[in-house]
């Protein structure tokens, strides 16, 4: 089975990818509803919450984890990588190494919430991989709540998001980085505000097309299955979080409090 964890809804734009890219991997997900968002909390929080949410995981049987929330990854990879034998993959490199691949210009833009932007994660990966990529990063604390909130088309959100991507679009990127799995649910309003010549990354996208990969290498981790069914657990249900659920899959969706 697949794990995969998230602070809360968003991590089910990852969920969603799988499944599609992978419809005969069973999935056992855990958005920490309850506990969201993560972006402002201290990295020792998000390691704890982290650990917990893949023990929660590993109980249901997962066999490999995914964790989707750039946040968490950002700053919890090595410590659940450290102390867990199941192979455990973030969402950063994969959508990291697909701007690289994509930039024309080097200059990249990464959009994500405070803990990731100021972990610093996004430049020290490009960067690694290639000195002379201009990264420019912005957090944005405000669109976890408002998608949260199912504010997705409101009025106010553009506002917001003109705002944040303002000191982007000065300097003059030709490729946006989605770096919260949240974000999907805003991109077309992104898109409209950034301009049409920007690319964007989509991290559930590019963190799904990893994972298939590395399940073909690794075909013995998790077992393939005909019939294989998903659960969506989560540490709190509210009826917003359902409505952006089912808007996320198109169909209806159960979570299980757990
Ligand atoms: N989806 C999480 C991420 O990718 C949101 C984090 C939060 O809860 O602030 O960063």
């Not at 919430?113 to 944005?140: L, R």
């Not at 944040?164 to 989605?178: E, G, H, M, W």
């Amino acid at each position: 089975m697949i794990g995969i964890f998230d602070s809360g809804i968003g991590g089910m734009t990852v969920a969603r990818a799988v499944e599609q890219l992978l419809p005969n991997y069973p999935i056992v997900y855990y958005g920490d509803i309850a506990r969201t968002p993560y972006g402002p909390k201290s990295p020792e929080t998000i390691i704890n919450y982290s650990i917990r949410n893949t023990e929660f995981l590993l109980d249901k049987g997962a066999k490999l984890i995914i964790i989707a929330c750039n946040s968490a990854s950002s700053v919890a990879t090595k410590t659940l990588r450290d102390r867990f034998q199941v192979p455990i993959i973030e969402v950063i490199s994969p959508a990291a190494e697909r701007a690289i691949q994509i930039s024309k210009t080097r200059r990249i833009g990464i959009i994500g919430t405070k803990a990731t932007v100021k972990s610093g994660i996004y430049q020290q990966t490009i960067n690694k991989a290639n000195p002379e990529f201009k990264v420019f990063a912005k957090a944005c604390p405000l669109l976890v709540p408002l998608v949260e909130e199912n504010w997705l088309n409101k009025r106010e959100t553009k506002m917001i998001l003109r705002r944040y991507l303002y000191p982007l679009k000065n300097q003059q990127i030709d490729t946006l980085v989605l770096g919260c799995t949240h974000y999907p649910l805003l991109k077309d309003l992104i898109q409209a505000r950034i301009g049409k010549k920007v690319q964007l990354i989509d991290s559930s996208i590019q963190t799904a097309h990893y994972v298939k990969e590395y399940l073909l290498r690794h075909p013995e981790i998790v077992n393939e299955q005909s019939d294989a069914s998903h659960s969506y657990y989560a540490s709190d249900c509210t009826e917003t979080a359902l409505k952006v659920a089912e808007r996320i899959f198109h169909r209806p969706m159960e979570l299980i409090v757990a």
